[in-house]
């Protein structure tokens, strides 16, 4: 009987588990996790924090659902991995052998690193332990500050908003997200965040974590500023968990090097999610992931692989729905840095041409703001990002991701007020029968 050890009980972990047992209906599954809370929604913290998700609704598996699919859940920290022995040490001293082993720690929030960030008060958004504390924190005081430039910067934010808070978003640059959203994007979510009462710095970053009594007081500035504050929320990007992988003389570089079969350079030993690093055919490179479709995915194949099935794992194209202040936008493959000189940008309204899609996804109704944004190659559309009304969503996906040649519709996506929407909708409905019609079995 095989013996499957997974790090992690996140949703690479969660997905290779399922993926083994398909395979493997009597192996032992050891599924490890340093949070007491297991397996959760990490997607869902930000809803937790506005109060539009109750805490209970994090959690897709229950512990029966653990024991049906028969899984074994130890809480338990690992202090060391002993690929020579095929084992591993917990903080306790006990260890655990495994014939197949996967490392899917996934990532942790980087640190400040500035003079006061141990000061009480300064957070987070990293698991459910740090949603708790926020929530916390909010009954407790009245100024934030939020520092930070991505999508769980802009979470916090709306968070906090909501708890009643006062909430001061300091930016590095002069816009918001500048290496994924264009100028218009970027002022779009500004200014819905000022008209809700965010004071915005730009061009401002901090130079100490001002405390008293070992709670923060303030922040002040590298041009001499002080804000008062209750709460510092820190949200400066992710590095992958990789102590573990790196004592146990893995290859390591961003992350956790693996090859197509998310293998790691040591025999028995796979990594998945955050930590791993995976080669991504389409720009010839190796890339870290931190998307949680994406995690599931590569912990899918991770499972297959451990479990003797071998599969080769094929980096998809990114796509990712979020929200930013109170926009649903989804982004989709290559963004560049939203200044390109090929990318199409145009705002558009509402059009019935795209609710006749007949199998656009469920899509709201009435938005007051919609964009579509595209990135054109020279033969296929390489991203795009849609702001708003969804329709147009899964379309460009399913078009992205088969490389569909828009040679046809391409001059005239450039021509300046170009319909984009109409044009995309147009040449979609076509590929798709084009696609039927060379998927029908030929007759006999």
């Known amino acids: 009987m095989n013996v499957y050890v997974i790090i992690g009980s996140g949703a690479a972990g969660v997905s290779a588990a399922q993926a083994i047992r398909q395979q493997d209906s009597a192996g032992r599954i050891w599924l490890l996790s340093e949070e007491r809370a297991g397996y959760y929604s990490r997607p869902g913290l930000a809803y937790v924090l506005t109060g539009e998700l109750p805490e209970r609704s994090l959690f897709p598996f229950s512990e029966s659902d653990f024991r049906r699919l028969g899984v074994q859940l130890l809480h338990a920290r690992v202090v060391r991995i002993d690929p020579a022995w095929h084992r591993i040490t917990l903080a306790d001293g006990k260890t655990l052998a495994y014939d197949r082993l996967l490392i899917a720690t996934g990532a942790a929030a980087r640190r400040a690193s500035l003079p006061g960030e141990d000061l009480d008060g300064v957070v987070k958004l990293d698991n459910l332990a740090d949603a708790r504390r926020i929530l916390k924190l909010c009954r407790r005081g009245r100024r934030a500050v939020v520092v930070g430039g991505g999508i769980t910067a802009l979470e916090l934010v709306e968070g906090l908003l909501a708890r009643g808070m006062s909430v001061a978003y300091l930016l590095r640059g002069d816009r918001y997200w500048h290496n994924v959203l264009d100028e218009t994007e970027s002022h779009i979510v ?56 790196s004592a146990a003389g893995l290859h390591v570089e961003r992350g956790v090097r693996v090859d197509e079969f998310m293998q790691t350079s040591q025999p028995d030993i796979f990594a998945a999610g955050d930590v791993a690093e995976v080669f991504d055919p389409l720009n010839g490179r190796y890339v870290l992931h931190t998307l949680w479709g994406q995690a599931r995915q590569e912990g899918h194949a991770a499972g297959l692989n451990m479990a003797g099935v071998s599969t080769p794992y094929c980096s998809g194209i990114a796509f990712n729905v979020t929200r930013l202040a109170g926009l649903t936008t989804t982004l989709i493959g290559a963004l560049g840095r939203g200044d390109d000189v090929d990318l199409v940008g145009v705002a558009r309204g509402d059009s019935e041409t795209w609710r006749q899609l007949p199998d656009a996804i469920a899509a709201e109704n009435h938005f007051e703001i919609n964009r579509l944004r595209l990135l054109l190659g020279e033969t296929t559309l390489l991203g795009a990002v849609v702001v708003g009304d969804q329709t147009l969503s899964q379309p460009l996906q399913r078009l992205i991701a088969a490389n569909a040649d828009i040679t046809p519709i391409r001059q005239r996506l450039l021509q300046p007020g170009a319909r984009l929407g109409d044009l995309i909708v147009s040449f979609y409905e076509h590929w798709m029968k084009e696609y039927a019609q060379s998927a029908a079995p030929r007759p006999t």
Do not use: F, K, M, W
């Open 190 to 245: 500004e200014h819905r965040l000022t008209e809700e009462g965010v004071r915005l710095y730009y061009r401002t970053e901090i130079a100490e974590i001002l405390g008293s009594r070992g709670h923060v007081t303030a922040i002040r500035t590298q041009d001499g500023r002080t804000l008062p504050c209750d709460l510092l929320a820190v949200a400066v990007g992710v590095q992958p968990r990789l102590e573990l992988a």
